[in-house]
Structure formats: structure tokens, C-alpha cells
């Protein structure tokens, strides 16, 4: 089992619709999730943390965790083709204060007009 | 400020070279991080460094050694490098490593794309 598991893609979704990524993880100890956003040739841009369970909100992106179903999501509201992009989910890994993020191998969005 | 630099954008060395990649942010951040990141895959973790001492060594070969000489900067030293060591290097920072908790969110460089002829 990978450490951190995605969904390769693409997903596709038409403008103004919703886009769901979901991201599993296998270490029950995990405390610290993110989601970042990368564009082709771009460096990873950080643009979702969550800590706790249930749903964090931040203009058009709402994250999801489930520490029981070791589960975290992330929704795009009213999606725009400016989102198209590799969305990477990124878990602080173990059991002491190391700060080793481990990404899982990101979900393509292709965000049709 | 909330920008992390790195220097050079570009690198082409051949595998006789040495050179180095510097990394520098001025968030009061405390934990600077080095990647790597080949095309399509996600970033691999390389070095941490927590109060200037390096904590984490992903096992790394030794052609590659890192460098913190204050809190704001970050150096990888190059030497000896092979061409499958081209790749995009990343470095990142956060105000701490703390296993839960907020301010351990990691922020990027734009990168510096390696070549190695």
C-alpha cells in the first residue's frame, strides 16, 4: 500500500461545475494534510491545510478530513479552466516532529470551457 | 515577505562540475527543506534542516550536500552529479516541523531546473 494514494487522472469537469479530489493515507498517526496545486512547470503552491476532522472552507475550496477513514478530499467550487492543474495531496508523515511531507502522485484536472 | 527564492532558475553542468544552489527566505521560518521533483512525479523529500542542523537525510548520495548557513539560507552543494540527477530542485520552508498544530505548512521555491550532461 502507498503511503499517500491519489487518483492519477486527468479528471475532467466542465466550467462552473464541481470538481471532487480525494486522497487516501495509511499512517493512523497523521496529524497535518495539505493540498497543493501545481501547474505544468511551476513549483507546488500551497493552497489548502486541514488538521481536523470535518470540512474547512476558503472561498472556492473546501477540504475534507476523515482521520477514522484516514481520508481527505478537496472540492472546487464553480470550477474555471484557470484550475486546470496537478492538485498533489501531502501528508506530514510518522510519529515525531520531523516536518517529512509525503505527496501523493497527484490528480490532473482538465477544466473544459 | 512571504516568498521563498531560489537561485539559479537554470543549471547545466557537466558531470565533472561543481555547483551549488542557494535558497533564501526572510519569513522568520525556522525549518528549510530541499527537494527533488523529476517530470510527472510528485516531489521527493532530500534534507531537512530544523534550527540550522540537519535533521533528516533521505539517504542521499553524497554528490549532493547541503548547507545551512543562517536561519535564511539554504545552499546544495553539487559535485560529481550524474544525468539521471536532472531534475527540478525544490526548496521549502515552514515555521516549524511540529508533527500537528498550524504554521507547519511547507512553502516553495519556484525551483531550480538541473541538467547534467
Known amino acids: 500500500q502507498k503511503e499517500v494514494e491519489q487518483n492519477s487522472g486527468p479528471l475532467s469537469v466542465p466550467e462552473g461545475a464541481i470538481a471532487s479530489l480525494n486522497c487516501t493515507y495509511s499512517?493512523?498517526?497523521?496529524?497535518?494534510f495539505f493540498w497543493y496545486r501545481q501547474y505544468s512547470g511551476k513549483s507546488p503552491e500551497l493552497i489548502m491545510f486541514?488538521?481536523?476532522?470535518g470540512d474547512k472552507e476558503d472561498g472556492r475550496f473546501t477540504a475534507q478530513l476523515n482521520k477514522a477513514s484516514q481520508y481527505v478530499s478537496l472540492l472546487i467550487r464553480d470550477s474555471q479552466p484557470s484550475d486546470s492543474a496537478t492538485y498533489l495531496c501531502?501528508?506530514?508523515?510518522?510519529?515525531?516532529?520531523?516536518?517529512?511531507?509525503?505527496f501523493g502522485q497527484g490528480t490532473t484536472l482538465q477544466v473544459k470551457p | 515577505d512571504t516568498e521563498v527564492t531560489q537561485t539559479p532558475k537554470h543549471l547545466v553542468m557537466g558531470m565533472t562540475n561543481k555547483k551549488s544552489l542557494k535558497c533564501e527566505q526572510h519569513?522568520?521560518?525556522?525549518?528549510m527543506y530541499w527537494y527533488k521533483q523529476k517530470a510527472k512525479k510528485p516531489p521527493e523529500l532530500m534534507f531537512v534542516?530544523?534550527?540550522?542542523?540537519?535533521?533528516i537525510n533521505e539517504s542521499v548520495p553524497s554528490r549532493f550536500s547541503p548547507e545551512c548557513p543562517n536561519s535564511s539560507l539554504l545552499n546544495l552543494h553539487l559535485h560529481a552529479l550524474q544525468p539521471e540527477d536532472s531534475a527540478l530542485y525544490l526548496c521549502?520552508?515552514?515555521?516549524?516541523?511540529?508533527?500537528?498544530?498550524?504554521?507547519?505548512?511547507?512553502?516553495f521555491g519556484p525551483g531550480t531546473r538541473l541538467t547534467v550532461l
Open positions: 519569513m522568520g521560518h525556522r525549518a
Open positions: 534542516y530544523s534550527y540550522e542542523k540537519l535533521s
Open positions: 501531502a501528508v506530514i508523515w510518522g510519529s515525531s516532529n520531523t516536518g517529512k511531507l509525503i
Open positions: 499512517d493512523r498517526g497523521s496529524q497535518s
Open positions: 521549502a520552508s515552514s515555521q516549524h516541523t511540529r508533527l500537528a498544530g498550524s504554521y507547519n505548512e511547507q512553502f
Open positions: 486541514i488538521y481536523s476532522n
